[in-house]
T-cell receptor, first 116, second 110 residues
């Protein structure tokens, strides 16, 4: 059971380059999320998708776009990378709180992105 | 604006010590509070708390919620080096968004 799989695990970009982080989950969860983690700042929500076909901004959406391709897949795109986007990115999925859900999220292993 | 605040930001203890980590929150329409442990990679789920005064326990870890004072504590007794990690507290917002605190970095020295 793979859980949440995200790729790539590591990436180095030059300022202005673009790239897409891919995420897939096999737990049939409705909701999917992209967080970034910087030292001393915990996990900050970039974008999320409460269900297939919907996406919403989180705390730090500027410079990013997302696509909920289907129920399993949720990608994060950096159109023109900046050094401030150097971070560790985590994809997560969960059922949310509807229907007695716990709100628990399941996380991918993370993608370390460096923008030079 | 909703927020989650954890304290202390970091902590160094010796094996065998007991530690208490704190999490205070301000969120409209509170439904639950979750604790996660993060070692080198992805956060892993520890506890979910929904009711005041009911302790959740898993081995040497325990947690309790106070909905009146809007905080939760995570206790670790008889700490071991394997407890060294970042401990994250999170609260769901409307729309199933999970808002995290900055975390507490715990280092247990042997």
């Amino acid at each position: 059971n793979a859980g949440v799989t995200q790729t790539p695990k590591f990436q180095v970009l030059k300022t202005g380059q673009s790239m897409t982080l891919q995420c897939a989950q096999d737990m049939n969860h409705n909701s999917m999320y992209w967080y970034r983690q910087d030292p001393g700042m915990g996990l900050r929500l970039i974008y999320y998708s409460a269900s297939e076909g919907t996406t919403d901004k989180g705390e730090v959406p500027n410079g990013y776009n997302v696509s909920r391709l289907n129920k399993r897949e949720f990608s994060l795109r950096l159109e023109s990378a900046a050094p401030s986007q150097t971070s560790v990115y985590f994809c997560a999925s969960g059922q949310g709180l509807a229907g007695g859900g716990t709100g628990e999220l399941f996380f991918g292993e993370g993608s370390r992105l460096t923008v030079l | 604006e909703d927020k989650v605040v954890q304290s202390p930001l970091s902590l160094v203890v010796h094996e065998g010590d007991t530690v208490t980590l704190n999490c205070s929150y301000e969120v409209t329409n509170f439904r639950s509070l979750l604790w996660y442990k993060q070692e080198k990679k992805a956060p892993t789920f520890l506890f979910m708390l929904t009711s005041s005064g009911i302790e959740k326990k898993s081995g040497r870890l325990s947690s309790i919620l106070d909905k009146k004072e809007l905080f939760s504590i995570l206790n670790i007794t008889a700490t071991q080096t394997g407890d060294s990690a970042v401990y994250l507290c999170a609260v769901p917002e409307y729309g199933n968004k999970l808002v995290f605190g900055a975390g507490t970095i715990l280092r247990v020295k042997s």
